[in-house]
């Protein structure tokens, strides 16, 4: 799979489905703790676009804690107009930079997930392809920081029931690839789209915010 090529597509799938959004939507919380849409997309674009001496800048600034960087970085870069974010998440869709000690994978898996993270509350659907799907999953089962999903899932098994994916031994959580991997990222809203003995143990694993 070309994952850059993967990338791009799902930029570009986001600002078209952002496109007939309302402004005032854009402020609709999503599934990432006190980040708007807006906040998400800033964040997208920041990942795509920001320099190395940059990011260490930012960091240094936040005492190296990284979750606070993000988070301080998305909101600030969030207060532009949904115009000017829009066109920046469209014009930054070829972009192949990738954030420090990270690889394409990653860059695709960000993409994935906060772009649910965004239509999953403004009721957006979207199909993605299975193959980039499974390549996100395959690297989300494996991660700790800043996911916590190898803990998270460790003891139980996964099923995907809408692609050929399935990984872990032990009670079982079934559901699509796309919930699963949301649920691996950490996300307790979509708890309700997996069934099966083990989504209890989820529950009480997944962030309560």
């Known amino acids: 799979m070309d994952e850059w090529a993967a990338i791009a597509r799902e930029r570009l799938?986001?600002?078209?489905?952002?496109?007939g959004v309302p402004d005032a939507a854009w402020d609709t919380p999503t599934l990432c703790t006190e980040w708007r849409v807006r906040d998400v997309v800033a964040?997208?674009?920041?990942?795509?676009?920001m320099r190395t001496g940059e990011a260490l800048g930012g960091l240094l600034k936040h005492g190296f804690n990284f979750n606070r960087f993000m988070a301080r970085d998305a909101?600030?870069?969030g207060a532009?107009?949904?115009a000017a974010l829009l066109a920046e998440l469209e014009a930054a869709a070829s972009s192949r930079r990738t954030p420090p000690m990270t690889k394409?994978?990653?860059?695709l898996l960000d993409t994935v997930c906060h772009a649910q993270d965004i239509r999953r509350p403004l009721g957006l659907r979207h199909s993605y392809p299975e193959e980039s799907l499974e390549?996100?999953?395959?690297?989300?089962?494996?991660?700790?920081?800043?996911?916590?999903?190898?803990?998270?899932?460790?003891?139980?098994?996964?099923?995907a029931t809408d692609a050929p994916w399935a990984t872990g031994e032990g009670p079982?959580?079934?559901?699509?690839?796309?919930?699963l991997v949301m649920v691996m990222?950490?996300?307790?809203?979509?708890?309700?789209?997996?069934?099966?003995?083990?989504?209890?143990?989820?529950?009480?694993?997944?962030?309560?915010?």
Do not use: N, Q
Not at 13 to 19: F, P, R
Not at 172 to 179: P, R
């Open 13 to 19: 799938a986001l600002a078209e489905d952002l496109s």
């Open 172 to 179: 079982e959580a079934s559901g699509s690839l796309e919930a």
């Open 104 to 107: 394409p994978v990653d860059v």
């Open 135 to 159: 390549a996100v999953a395959d690297r989300l089962k494996g991660y700790g920081f800043p996911f916590g999903t190898k803990k998270r899932i460790a003891g139980l098994r996964l099923v």
């Open 185 to 209: 990222a950490g996300r307790r809203a979509v708890l309700a789209d997996v069934t099966g003995p083990a989504s209890d143990t989820l529950g009480e694993r997944l962030p309560t915010s």
């Open 75 to 77: 909101i600030a870069r």
């Open 80 to 82: 532009a107009e949904p």
């Open 43 to 49: 964040h997208l674009v920041s990942g795509a676009t």
